[in-house]
């Protein structure tokens, strides 16, 4: 008794879900993603196999499973639910949501027939396996627990669509920023302060706080060609906190020095801002950010350290 309410209850739940996702597909579609989330949702899995048992048709397992495969192969999942999905989460994103865009991947050491696998960096294991590449954008408060997820995007460096990793970033931006319409501040890891990223950023008028390696050369407030690492160096650590971070189970308490240096990029006028927060391990955290700060101003700088952190909250690598 008690399961035939759950399963009555998942199901309402999931046909209200759906009526609002599948307002743009065929019928045929809906009815088949419905089943899918049930599936999903029932079986705890996503194997074809399980979900199909899940479904409990009166037909042979085999059928459900070929039914499932060839709908998932629709080319309105990607281009129509993608859309619809960031239009619904986008309701819960204010104008200071943190946008954290994550560079990850999908593993598949054991596939051998799938189209266009290609080497991935498994960052977790320091291994290349094969796989695929993924940017996944999630939203969340600086101040409460809440994430929403927004969009995602697999992609593949041996398809044939493929051109560069700065494409498929920019076109995950591009895929949520039709709904937000500027909303949030968009955060990014390592590796993401290239000028290729940051100049299409700002022609877009977009916030941001990204980490920066340190090596990429920018004109300090004097017009200097410098390093961000030089710059960070020569960065004047007025501002002190205090901060507990849970560390693998254990409260660890850090004394942070931090400051801000404004610069611009080689090329272009809009003010940007290295802040360089030292404290949390040999070398000091850069953030590269175009949000209005004051470098003499503790509160201004520490809400860009904040929105930063603010990834570490939805379990994005730092």
Not at 101 to 115: G, H, N, Q, W
Not at 269 to 277: G, K, M, Q
Request: with cysteine; net charge positive.
């Amino acid at each position: 008794m008690h399961d035939s309410k759950v399963r009555s209850r998942l199901k309402a739940q999931l046909t209200k879900f759906c009526a609002e996702l599948c307002g743009g597909v065929s019928k045929p579609l809906g009815k088949f993603i419905g089943q899918m989330l049930y599936g999903i949702q029932s079986s705890q899995d996503v194997k074809l196999s399980n979900i199909g048992r899940a479904l409990g048709e009166d037909i042979p397992l085999i059928r459900t499973e070929k039914r499932l495969s060839r709908n998932l192969k629709h080319a309105e999942l990607e281009t129509e639910l993608t859309t619809r999905l960031v239009e619904m989460a986008s309701t819960r994103i204010q104008q200071d949501t943190v946008l954290a865009l994550d560079r990850s991947d999908i593993r598949k050491e054991y596939a051998r027939k799938m189209e266009h696998l290609a080497p991935v960096w498994d960052g977790s294991s320091g291994e290349v396996h094969s796989g695929y590449w993924l940017v996944d954008v999630t939203g969340a408060g600086v101040h409460g627990s809440e994430i929403v997820p927004l969009c995602q995007k697999l992609f593949s460096t041996k398809a044939k669509e493929f051109s560069s990793e700065n494409a498929e970033i920019l076109s995950v931006v591009d895929t949520a920023n039709r709904s937000l319409n500027g909303r949030g501040i968009w955060t990014m890891d390592r590796g993401c302060d290239r000028k290729k990223l940051l100049e299409p950023l700002l022609d877009k008028h977009l916030r941001f706080v990204i980490r920066a390696v340190g090596d990429r050369m920018v004109r300090d407030r004097r017009g200097r060609l410098r390093s961000m690492a030089e710059m960070a160096a020569g960065c004047r650590l007025r501002h002190q906190a205090r901060v507990v971070r849970i560390d693998k189970g254990q409260e660890k308490t850090y004394e942070l020095h931090y400051g801000a240096e404004p610069f611009r990029l080689i090329g272009r006028d809009e003010p940007l801002w290295l802040v360089v927060i030292a404290g949390f391990g040999e070398q000091p955290i850069l953030l590269v950010t175009n949000l209005k700060l004051r470098a003499r101003d503790s509160e201004s700088v520490w809400w860009a350290a904040r929105i930063y952190w603010t990834r570490w909250k939805i379990g994005v690598s730092s």
